[in-house]
């Protein structure tokens, strides 16, 4: 082994090779007019391995791989042109036993029950989306992260956003031609990609993840995924990937026992194995398992310049106990149910991000109560910038379906939030896992006759837009789609043809074009000095009021979730006659509120429908009032 090799091998297993990419997987280089690839994998517990590729010959022509340090084997082969586009699996022999694997680091994936890799080491992709990444780069770190900026994040499935007419998927360069403009339409700041990397069963939803390092062939090649974000990125849209380093499936040529026997997963039959899902859980706490994870992270904002990752099920990572019975896990060193060895993955991961991309977005889906998940590393935390307010969603969404005459009794789910708003940096999610199995759709959610649906959306929207938090949409959400999301069908599109759902997604498109021009809404989401109550404990009207401020503005909120017209008062700190500048009701035409104006106090008395809400700004005019 060459001096470069030694040192990638010993950073390897150690933990800290974050290129490991460069160093396992199928490499090449050019010397005197031919082309030199470099085959190596990790399987030290195989007894044998070997290459079976198209240009050896399956059967016959197999190539033994080398073993060269620590069970890294190796072997070279040399040809006279380019095998780009060629497949290849290793051989791994164990006891008698061969099984063909694909390369753990392959760029490239025939995927299915196949999964071949495919030799992808030239690529023609010409990136023209450098303004973006120093844009980027700039205003993120000048405003302390993303913290203080607007975000507004579509939530989409590749599959199902749109299909040709025969049902054919389409391509990620037609998905540019039709996605990228939608986005910017619709007003939004980032779009987030349920998972990408290369996965067997459509039915997973990409979540389980066979070709971590191949962007799936369903839609393209990796240039065609490349051009994509390139498209994305030159119209103003940051690209945030779903990503799975919690587990992964059985499939034969993907991790699973990759040497003949536990490797990429834990070992034993306390941590091994996810009964619900089916998968294996990644041992995180194994060296050669922490280089490979955290190069497939810095893989993607390097290789793709992808803006962020979602981390998917976090929880199962960081609690001994997840999906498992009493009795059926180990309590940790000190006699805790943490999974220490994956709360230190976690902030290695994310201090090796952040060093590289400061201006990075690291996301966590965490279900449980660990606290400290969006704290820095530095302060005890996990690292992360932002995490899933599933707890909110999952209150919201009973309150919703709940009839409001009932509705008093769970009007925490509107106050509480705030209590806990700032203790973590909150997403704030109608996402894909709260419109499927029997969940119902969005709108589906809302209770009541059909057009009452309609008038709760749009209530709710206001209120989740104007809630502390970053926000996020499930595609199909925007024009009130009721069935479900179908992972096998694209979305109801002719939906629009009808004019409550064309509407639906003309109000969204106002929402959100409100919410990024108002500084109020975002400027100090995750401080105390950007909220304010007004009306929290109105539980027998249904109705909540509040401010949201920045440094030099503020609005009120007042929405009414009741089925009856409501009429409430508002105190004023200001002596100005406030200004409707945001309804849920496009039609209304009443947007005069009573103004009171005497030496001891300032209010208005605000007038709201069933079902709707109104944002208020108090704007200086030539006829202010004083006293």
């Known amino acids: 082994m060459t001096t470069e090799n030694n040192q990638a091998a010993f950073l390897f297993h150690q933990g800290t090779n974050f290129y490991s990419y460069e160093y396992l997987g199928c490499t090449l280089h050019r010397e005197n007019n031919q082309y030199i690839y470099t085959f190596r994998t990790w399987a030290p517990g195989a007894d044998a391995v070997f290459l079976a590729s198209d240009f050896t010959g399956w059967t016959h022509g197999i190539l033994p791989l080398y073993r060269v340090t620590h069970g890294v084997w190796e072997c070279t082969y040399t040809a006279d042109r380019s095998l780009e586009g060629s497949t290849y699996k290793f051989i791994i022999e164990r006891n008698g036993t061969r099984v063909y694997k694909g390369d753990p680091y392959a760029r490239y994936s025939r995927g299915g029950a196949d999964g ?20 980027r780069k700039r205003e993120v770190l000048a405003k302390s992260g993303y913290l203080a900026m607007p975000l507004n994040i579509y939530e989409v499935h590749l599959g199902s956003f749109n299909r040709k007419e025969n049902g054919d998927y389409l391509t990620y360069r037609e998905l540019a031609d039709s996605l990228v403009p939608y986005l910017k339409y619709m007003g939004y700041t980032h779009v987030e990609f349920m998972p990408i990397a290369e996965y067997p069963f459509d039915g997973s939803w990409g979540y ?18 490349k051009y994509l974000i390139n498209s994305l990125h030159k119209a103003g849209i940051g690209v945030i990937l779903d990503w799975v380093p919690a587990h992964f499936p059985k499939d034969q040529w993907g991790l699973y026992e990759f040497d003949g026997s536990p490797l990429y997963e834990y070992q034993g039959d306390d941590r091994k194995e996810s009964a619900s899902w089916g998968t294996r859980f990644f041992d995180l706490g194994r060296e050669e398992v922490q280089s490979f994870l955290i190069s497939n992270a810095l893989w993607f904002f390097r290789e793709y310049h992808v803006d962020g990752l979602r981390v998917d099920a976090v929880a199962s990572m960081i609690y001994l106990d997840y999906d498992k019975e009493p009795g059926k896990w180990v309590p940790n060193a000190f006699g805790g149910r943490e999974n220490l060895e994956a709360t230190a993955f976690i902030r290695k991961l994310n201090t090796a991000v952040f060093s590289e991309f400061p201006e990075a977005l690291m996301i966590a889906e965490e279900s449980g109560d660990f606290g400290s998940i969006t704290k820095p590393v530095y302060d005890g935390g996990l690292g992360f910038n932002l995490k899933w307010n599933m707890g909110f969603a999952n209150d919201f969404y009973d309150y919703v379906m709940t009839d409001p005459f009932f509705r008093k009794y769970k009007h925490k789910a509107l106050n509480f939030p705030i209590m806990y708003a700032f203790s973590e940096n909150y997403v704030l999610p109608i996402s894909h896992d709260e419109v499927v199995h029997g969940k119902l759709s969005f709108i ?184």
């Not at 389980?208 to 995924?225: I, K």
């Not at 929207?461 to 104007?466: A, D, G, K, R, S």
């Not at 005497?598 to 202010?624: D, M």
Request: proline share 5%; aromatic share 16%.
């Open 444 to 627: 589906d959610k809302m209770y009541g006759a059909y057009e009452d649906k309609f008038r709760q959306m749009r209530a709710s929207l206001m209120l989740i837009m104007t809630y502390p938090g970053k926000k996020m949409l499930f595609m199909g959400t925007e024009y009130a789609q009721f069935r479900e999301w179908d992972f096998a069908s694209a979305l109801e599109w002719f939906m629009l043809d009808y004019p409550n759902h064309r509407a639906m997604r003309d109000y969204v498109v106002a929402l959100n074009r409100f919410y990024i021009e108002n500084k109020a809404l975002w400027e100090f989401d995750f401080s105390p000095r950007g909220f304010e109550w007004i009306l929290p404990d109105e539980a027998e009207l249904n109705i909540v009021a509040y401010r949201r401020k920045s440094k030099s503005s503020e609005l009120i909120t007042v929405i009414n979730f009741s089925g009856a017209e409501r009429t409430v008062r508002i105190d004023l700190k200001k002596n100005i006659k406030p200004t409707c500048v945001f309804s849920t009701e496009p039609t209304d035409e009443s947007d005069d509120v009573e103004f009171v104006s005497e030496k001891q106090e300032r209010f208005v008395t605000v007038k709201l429908h069933p079902f709707s809400g109104k944002i208020y700004k108090q704007i200086p005019s030539k006829n202010k009032i004083t006293i």
């Open 116 to 135: 071949s890799s495919i030799i992808f080491n030239e690529s023609k992709h010409s990136w023209t989306d450098s303004a973006w990444l120093k844009r």
């Open 208 to 225: 389980q993840v066979c070709g971590f390092y191949a962007p799936t062939s369903r839609f393209g090649n990796p240039d065609d995924f």
